[in-house]
T-cell receptor, first 116, second 115 residues
Framework: ETGVTQTPRHLVMGMTNKKSLKCEQH?????MYWYKQSAKKPLELMFV???????ENNSVPSRFSPECPNSSHLFLHLHTLQPEDSALYLC???????????????FGPGTRLTVL | AQSVAQPEDQVNVAEGNPLTVKCTYSVSGNPYLFWYVQYPNRGLQFLLKYITGDNLVKGSYGFEAEFNKSQTSFHLKKPSALVSDSALYFC?????????????FGPGTRLSVLP
């Protein structure tokens, strides 16, 4: 399971901190995703990048800021988070841009974020 | 907009018995359907998908799923459950006519296989 890696695996931060989550995929895919997984809630899609261009932004608060500098790397910059933002943040990648939605997603192990 | 329902939060089954994890979906067009499994402290792993063709799809670890268009269902099945199958299972759907990249996941069903 080294196709999609995420760092750090665990992060504890205060509400005034600034931190970044990193995702890297080694699969040659051209689409990358950020998901939020909270206890007892469905997986929430946050952002989608296809060919390094953001194509999906599901009403995510501005305290979450994604960055996709190239097709292999995806960041999620965090700023002035709230305790309810504590969750598992999953990165995923897939091959298929534009109209191609048949490709399965490969997930990273996630970053467990705790906001104090 | 598409949506996915997994009506059972928890499914318990004895080892060696058949298992079923239910999924129903709603899309405006034709669906692409997926099942993923998540083991503790791990990301999601792909099990199988339905895009087109045979309604019965076979996937990893002996799992299969049956696409039923009239009932808008895509239930996950396995003839004989193993204790190691205990995990969280997610159904996901994408509308084939949606030119975006978004997948919608169900809330997950926790499967416990009892020895």
């Amino acid at each position: 399971e080294t196709g999609v890696t995420q760092t750090p695996r665990h992060l504890v931060m205060g509400m005034t901190n600034k931190k970044s989550l990193k995702c890297e995929q080694h699969l040659g895919h051209n689409a990358m995703y950020w998901y939020k997984q909270s206890a007892k809630k469905p997986l929430e899609l946050m952002f989608v990048y296809s060919l390094e261009e953001r194509v999906e932004n599901n009403s995510v608060p501005s305290r979450f800021s994604p960055e996709c500098p190239n097709s292999s790397h995806l960041f999620l910059h965090l700023h002035t988070l709230q305790p309810e933002d504590s969750a598992l943040y999953l990165c995923a990648s897939s091959q298929g841009a534009g109209t191609s939605g048949t490709q399965k997603q490969f997930f990273g192990p996630g970053t467990r974020l705790t906001v104090l | 907009a598409q949506s996915v329902a997994q009506p059972e939060d928890q499914v318990n089954v004895a080892e060696g018995n058949p298992l079923t994890v239910k999924c129903t979906y709603s899309v405006s067009g034709n669906p692409y359907l997926f099942w993923y499994v998540q083991y503790p402290n791990r990301g999601l792993q792909f099990l199988l998908k339905y895009i087109t063709g045979d309604n019965l799809v076979k996937g990893s670890y002996g799992f299969e799923a049956e696409f039923n268009k009239s009932q808008t269902s895509f239930h996950l099945k396995k003839p004989s459950a193993l204790v190691s199958d205990s995990a969280l299972y997610f159904c996901a759907v994408r509308d084939a006519g949606d030119y975006g990249q978004n997948f919608v996941f169900g809330p997950g069903t926790r499967l416990s296989v009892l020895p």
